[in-house]
């Protein structure tokens, strides 16, 4: 029998021993680029554990394509790159983090390169210069994205896992799934100064062992939660954990309402989530009708045609493809010469070759997928959410970067910096000795639950989940489609919890559970905001509300186990 189960507010209890508790003094719950930077950040005198649920490297770090935003030409500049992400932002970005962000880039940046990532350089007559190639994607006014050929994520990643094996003072534990994370008013070690975060309880997917990990600092580096519909651009690690753990734990997340549908993800019948990136339109990619047509429609939608923003072209797809009937549209960039298609487009040339497409002489069938969650658990600049102890980086967190809709090659970006910021103000308060007594944890808690001879329960569950999230809180929403969404949720939810509190964990009954909650509160933040801005388009809304100031969509648990949703006026 799997040794697992329950501690919520309703049946904590944990008297059965499981695995022994084991301790180290920073906890990464996370292997992507932002999880792993700051193991590398901080370890040296500090024990380091890293916990990924999956294979190593495995992240949405590992399929992006595009790069990282710096403003490093001559002719761009720190001005140019905030404004180009304020606009995107459609009035919710908050300038200080912007700034701070966009100023931190070129040293992010540079300790990339220190690290030897391999980024791509331009081409001379004799081979490679000594400048790097930028190349631009939409919403950017320069050329400022700093890649290495079409897979940039993996060479940071690899570049990163490399270096955090050989480093002896960070454990690194993969197939380990968060389950819950454990607070000191949950372990009877709470005081006057008030709650704090003491590790979480994993379960190690391979043998069903859990065991509680705990750390004087957690740090959530989870990525995010495109796994909530059906079609995505995401790995199958990216279920929320993160920002369902902290919601739980009381922390607040805001903005969850905008999700970002990348626009050219490969439609093929065989290919389960293959992207096509931005930079292939920031190269001189045309969108066109099929049919036979080939007309190209993005003019019609914006006047920066191709080069308009990921919500806006998203829209125009999703408007051109309802209004005939199509099941998908074309990316073109045959115009461009073989040599150059190859050069910059390696990886993803080879992929769709794989699948019979040849880009270098007919166009690509894409669709738009849920790419990127721009809401999240609620931080400060130092990556502190509002539980003591408890950090959030990367795609987990909410820092007020992304506005209403992320600027293109912007969210590694953040990963990298936020890393950075997190590890430093961890690395002060271990020098100050905070948090030195870390108490005993106890067990899970397996006295009541049984193992389930109903798994068909939990992938029934899974489906339909992803279904009505696709088709209801999609790319165009409207009041009627939320609500029916929720009334789905509410019955699925209630369905869930029961299963979870009678039987014993696996890894898609935490996982599905991790999304059912970030499903709610996607749900509940676009209810919350009746105009439409951003990523979050409402027929019924379909202007932004310029009768007041600019909110973020605040949600958040009380002590009482009540919902509540704030709109804070964006500063």
């Known amino acids: 029998m799997s040794t ?18 084991e301790y180290s003094d920073v906890l990464i719950i996370g292997g992507g680029m932002a999880g792993l930077s ?47 992400t304020l606009e995107a932002g459609a009035g919710l970005c908050h300038e200080g983090t912007v700034d701070h962000v966009v100023r931190s880039a070129p040293g992010a940046i540079q300790r990339l390169i220190t690290m030897g990532v391999p980024f791509t350089r331009e081409l001379g007559e004799e081979g490679p210069l000594t400048r790097f190639h930028l190349t631009r994607e939409g919403g950017h006014s320069h050329r400022r994205i700093i890649h290495t050929a079409d897979a940039t994520g993996r060479a940071v990643e690899s570049t990163l896992l490399d270096a955090v094996y050989r480093h002896p003072e960070i454990r690194f534990l993969d197939h380990h799934v968060a389950i819950q994370l454990i ?30 990990f705990g750390a004087r600092f957690t740090v959530l580096a989870t990525g995010g939660a495109g796994k909530v519909y059906l079609y995505t651009s995401n790995p199958d690690t990216a279920t929320g954990d993160g920002m369902a753990m902290a919601y739980r734990a009381g922390c ?77 549209v074309y990316l073109d960039i045959s115009h461009k010469p073989a040599k150059f298609i190859e050069t910059h487009f390696p990886t993803i040339r080879a992929k769709l070759l794989e699948y019979g497409i040849d880009m270098t002489a007919e166009p690509i069938p894409v669709v738009p997928a849920a790419h990127y969650t721009c809401g999240g658990v609620i931080t400060d ?29 912007n969210s590694l970006l953040e990963g990298l910096v936020f890393a950075t910021e997190a590890a430093e103000d961890i690395d002060a308060r271990l020098s100050a000795d905070e948090a030195t007594e870390q108490p005993a944890l106890p ?35 409207t009041d009627k489609r ?30 599905l559970r991790h999304l059912a909650l970030v499903a709610d509160l996607i749900i509940r933040s676009a209810r919350a905001r ?18 007041r100031p600019a909110w973020d969509t605040v949600l958040y648990r009380t002590l009482d186990g009540d919902d509540r949703v704030e709109h804070v006026p964006v500063e």
Not at 48 to 74: C, F, R
Not at 491 to 503: D, H, K, T, V
């Open 4 to 21: 697992s189960g329950p501690l919520d507010p309703d049946t904590e209890g944990a008297q059965t021993p499981t695995a022994p508790a």
């Open 38 to 84: 700051c193991a590398l950040a901080l370890a040296g005198e500090n024990r380091v554990t890293i916990l990924t649920k999956g294979d190593p490297g495995e992240s949405a770090t590992l399929y992006a394509q595009g790069g990282i935003a710096a403003a490093m030409d001559p002719n761009d500049s720190f001005e140019a790159h905030i404004q180009d």
């Open 183 to 212: 607070p000191a008013s949950k372990v009877g070690t709470a005081d006057t100064s008030g709650d704090r975060c003491w590790g979480v309880y994993a379960l190690d997917s391979r043998d069903g062992t859990v065991t509680a």
């Open 252 to 328: 607040r997340v805001a903005n969850m309402e905008f999700v970002q549908f990348h626009p050219t993800c490969l439609y093929h019948p065989e290919a389960k989530s293959f992207l096509i990136s931005e930079a292939v339109r920031g190269e001189g990619g045309l969108l066109r009708l099929g049919g036979g047509s080939g007309d190209r429609f993005m003019s019609r939608h914006d006047e920066r045609a191709e080069l308009a923003p990921r919500d806006i072209v998203a829209r125009a797809i999703d408007y051109e493809m309802k209004r005939t009937g199509a099941d998908c």
């Open 381 to 409: 600049l130092q990556g502190r959410t509002d539980l003591a102890g408890l950090y959030g980086i990367g795609e987990t967190s909410h820092t007020g970067l992304h506005g209403a809709n992320r600027l293109a090659s």
């Open 443 to 477: 067990a899970w808690d397996t006295s009541r639950v049984t193992e389930s001879d109903e798994q068909v329960v939990v992938a029934h569950d899974w489906a339909e989940l992803r279904q009505f999230m696709w088709d209801y809180v999609g790319i165009v929403r």
């Open 482 to 511: 939320l609500g029916r969404a929720k009334r789905r949720l509410d019955m699925l939810m209630g369905e869930i919890e029961e299963y979870y509190a009678r039987f014993a964990v696996s890894q898609d009954l935490i996982e």
């Open 530 to 547: 009746p105009e439409s801005r951003g990523l979050h388009y409402n027929r019924d809304y379909p202007a932004p509300d310029n009768t």
